[in-house]
């Protein structure tokens, strides 16, 4: 049996037509029956550094019993010339978060996932203390158990305070060691609290890692910080 947590995240893979991209993280979201793809916005789209892909595609289980077995579903990002995945803004802001509906009639009938839901997302924010200790479940630089199709998790902390907008934005802060294509993956808190197959509490979605401008290559370290918006905005994406 493996771990139901592990069920919630898979690789999304970018492409242009046949052309592979980039490689990231996402996961699983349902509410009223909806099932949804999160992951990062610029995994969508990012015009800063010329990324235009017109598909993803994740990896799906097809066999409870035997996790070696798989099938990719390719998923479109327009339709009629126009993005169909859904992203936010606030006061501060674009925020570094997209959701796309997928089509459960798309998948295999034999298709084994795990769903994050409204449930697991964090109702008080005065409850998480700065140092709680995070998991991030995710694909660094495609990093995984490339035989059963799995992600690896991270060790991670908070390092800001939690429910209080980083620099005004939407975000807070975590202590990891993270690399790129980790992007998009969930940040996760331990809690008996919530559904007892998923006993863990959906804080935020790792966006990126922050470092110093300022920074001397040759004698500072990185600072090994990262950004990751809070997952609440998903009550607002997936209405």
């Known amino acids: 049996m493996i771990e139901p947590l592990l069920l919630t995240t898979v690789r999304v893979s970018t492409f242009d037509r046949e052309r592979p991209l980039t490689a990231a993280s996402g996961f ?5 029956g909806q099932l ?3 992951t990062s916005r610029h995994v969508m789209m990012d015009a800063a550094s010329n990324h235009f892909p017109n598909r993803v595609e994740i990896e799906l289980h097809t066999d409870e019993a035997d996790l070696t077995r798989s099938t990719r579903m390719s998923v479109l990002l327009h339709f009629n010339g126009k993005s169909v995945w859904r992203q936010a803004s606030d006061v ?14 798309a998948m295999p ?10 449930a697991h997302l964090q109702q008080s924010l005065q409850e998480v203390e ?7 479940v995710g694909f660094p630089l495609g990093f995984h158990d490339a035989v059963h199709h799995v992600p690896i998790v991270r060790q991670a902390a908070i390092a800001s305070s939690f429910g209080l907008r980083f620099q005004g ?14 992007s998009g993956a969930p940040v996760v808190m331990r809690s008996q609290s919530t559904d007892a197959q998923l006993p ?16 001397d290559l040759q004698l500072d370290e990185t600072l090994g910080l990262n950004c ?9 994406l997936t209405r």
Do not use: N, P, Q
Not at 109 to 115: F, G, I, N, Y
Not at 169 to 182: K, Q
Not at 200 to 215: F, I, Q, T, Y
């Open 92 to 105: 501060g802001g674009e925020i570094d978060v997209a959701v796309i509906e997928l089509d459960r009639a």
């Open 28 to 32: 699983f979201f349902e509410r009223d």
């Open 36 to 38: 949804f793809l999160v």
């Open 130 to 136: 700065v140092g709680t200790s995070l998991l991030i």
């Open 200 to 215: 863990w509490k959906l804080l935020g979605v790792h966006s990126s890692r922050m470092d110093m401008g300022s920074r």
């Open 169 to 182: 934005l939407g975000c807070f802060v975590t202590d990891a060691r993270m690399h790129r294509g980790s």
């Open 109 to 118: 009938r034999s298709v084994m996932l795990r769903c994050f839901t409204l």
């Open 228 to 236: 990751a918006w809070y997952a609440d905005v998903l009550l607002t």
